[in-house]
């Protein structure tokens, strides 16, 4: 009945008719003529801008219809009065059609503007492999802007010969500044990771790249531009967790309905502001126990603000609604959650990634030994 949008609830598809009924029966009933016109009207143009073109003709042609049925009841069919009513109706039915057309115009350039989004979100942020060894993937993107659908967030899953890495970050910015850094970002950690044993090491290979790419940025960008990540090195057989803090938020550990951020003593600075000489911070290690899932947020996560300005807490929000079933149930119940806390649009970019590590006696069963119990 109506062209696709998320945005709008499904019973707004009815507006028009009910703005059509409801003028026909007020001029129908009222003691003064044609005291529905407005709602004819509105019901012409509300047509236009949310239905098909068939859709809209037919809400204008029983608008026409039914208005000439109401001069004809009352007499004005053949006098001046009769004649500029159904003009008028005519000009309402013409203006709904071409508030359709104008609609639809503008629709498909924007449908053009988000294929273009997504194939260049996916050339830039293409989605990690669902499974790796004993561990098990998903990631979720949600831009601020919702029609642009690319932004400055950014993750990464990576094999490499000294195990698993992981990467999340978040540019400072919006825009295609930011797009272009992350794709600087992306580039340099997937090579780093592949060549550089320690991650401090990829880090400074990484700093070294954006570095290089701000020399040819304007001086504002250059001196105030910057980019929060955090690295994770899941080591060889899944048994623990190597994290370089680079001015990030905590990830999080889940197991069994339990949720605790794993923080850094000393978090770094963030990449790109290296030529201010501080020493990077060395990288601290963590269990990763089977059956647990690593979380990993940017802020658009951690702060969402509910309508009393108060910051959505993972770690709190979180605890007690496990077990979870795998990386994307969490992701599923954090994004809505998040939604529901914040109850409106967002103004900040939201990524997540989460990496499960498969229980013991599940990976037996799955390689193909007997399951427990039999």
């Not at 309508?307 to 599923?332: C, H, K, M, N, V």
């Amino acid at each position: 009945m109506s062209r696709p949008s998320p945005e709008w609830p499904r019973y707004v598809e009815f507006a028009p008719t009910v703005l059509v009924a409801a003028g026909l029966l007020w001029d129908l009933f009222s003691p003064a003529d044609y005291w529905g016109d407005p709602m004819l009207i509105a019901a012409s143009v509300t047509a236009g801008a949310l239905l098909s073109l068939r859709h809209t003709v037919t809400i204008g042609a029983v608008i026409i219809v039914g208005v000439f049925v109401l001069t004809v009841k009352d007499g004005t069919a053949g006098d001046i009065v009769g004649y500029v009513e159904l003009i008028n109706t005519v000009f309402a039915a013409l203006m709904g059609i071409g508030v359709n057309r104008v609609v639809a115009r503008y629709g498909r350039r924007l449908d053009v503007v988000r294929t273009v989004a997504e194939a260049a979100q996916r050339a830039v942020l293409p989605a990690p492999p669902k499974r790796i060894g004993p561990l098990t993937i998903a990631a979720r993107y949600r831009a601020a802007q919702g029609e642009a659908r690319i932004g400055g967030d950014a993750y990464a899953v990576q094999r490499t010969p000294f195990g698993v890495r992981l990467l999340i970050a978040d540019v400072r910015g919006k825009g295609m500044g930011a797009v272009s850094a992350v794709s600087v970002l992306l580039g340099a950690f997937r090579e780093a990771a592949e060549q550089e044993a320690d991650l401090t090491a990829v880090a400074d290979r990484m700093e070294r790249a954006l570095l290089r790419e701000s020399e040819q940025t304007s001086e504002e960008d250059h001196l105030e531009g910057f980019i929060t990540a955090l690295i994770c090195e899941v080591l060889p057989g899944g048994s623990g967790l190597r994290l370089l803090d680079c001015g990030h938020p905590a990830p999080y550990l889940c197991q069994d309905g339990e949720v605790r951020p794993l923080e850094a003593r000393d978090p770094g600075l963030p990449l790109g502001i290296g030529t201010l000489g501080a020493p990077r911070t060395a990288p601290a290690d963590w269990p990763f126990p089977a059956g647990s899932t690593l979380l990993l947020v940017t802020d658009g996560v951690t702060e969402a603000r509910d309508r009393t300005g108060t910051f959505y807490d993972p770690a709190e929000q979180l605890a007690g609604r496990g077990p979870f079933r795998g990386p994307q149930d969490l992701i599923d119940v954090l994004v809505r959650d998040v939604e529901r806390w914040t109850g409106g649009p967002r103004d900040d970019d939201m990524a997540v990634l989460a990496i499960g590590r498969q229980a013991e006696g599940r990976r037996r069963f799955r390689n193909g030994g007997n399951s427990p119990g039999r």
